[in-house]
């Protein structure tokens, strides 16, 4: 409230741009996204929309090749999460331990992060090529070829070693950051009592970190979960669907078979599960937390 004119106006006219944008972009296709979920609705087919209740939701939890995208989301879940965390938690704890040129290392680190997706995904479709690629050049003098994104075996741990490379500099940096917010006293005490370097890192830097790991931990399981590009620009979902994740089954629903409501109902079954997702991270983390 203006405590001159006694008037809340001039703070509604700063509020209302943000307000009026939210509602339009988020609010307003999250409703129709919603109702859309409850219609049968063929964009190509000429009829209109028509309601149908929950059967897209059904049809979903009965759909064989939504359940593999699920299961090869999760997979790549398994595979990036903590390999990420723990890329990103070396790369920070040996950066911190340099005297000088922090700001050269943490640069570097983090370039990969300003790449866009498209860039980033055909320069490593390239190194992953098996006629020229870079990494069959290396190691051509093994005598070893390997197919990486044509083998269902390998395609998917590909994808998910170029995106530990690609996203790791995010969590390199939380992670820097919150060790260097470590009290050095805590160090001098650790020494006192005859600590070496890895027994100062795992029994003073690691705990002292913890909450933000479990915040990284958070951030990289969502974003994981919500992949779509690397495997889309990469390998178009194959071979034999063995990349085809969630996000791109319901967008080939959506945009390839124009099925708009049953894509609507697959979008918020995914929405639901990334919700139970915060809830399980959120327990964990507040059942291991404890009173000073």
Known sequence: MNRRTGSIWPAVLFVLPFAAAFLVFFVTPTLFGLVMSFLDWEMLSG???RWVGGA???EALQDARFQRS????GIFVLLTVPLNLLVALGLAAGVSALPKRQGLYRSLIYLPVL???TVASLLWRWFYSTKF???NKLLQPLGVELPWLTDPTLALPSISLMTVWWTSGVSFLILLTALQQV?????EAAEIDGANEWQKFRFVSLPQIMPVLGFCTLLEVLASFKVFGQPFLMTGGGPEGATRVAMQYIYE???SFFRMGYASALSWVAFFLIFVLMLLHQMIC???RTEP
């Open 47 to 49: 009829l209109p929309p």
């Open 56 to 58: 897209n939701y059904l």
């Open 70 to 73: 699920l299961l090869v989301t």
């Open 115 to 117: 790449l866009n997706i």
């Open 133 to 135: 690629g870079l990494f």
């Open 183 to 187: 009290s050095p006293s805590l160090y």
């Open 253 to 255: 629903t959506g945009f």
């Open 286 to 288: 507040g059942s291991g």
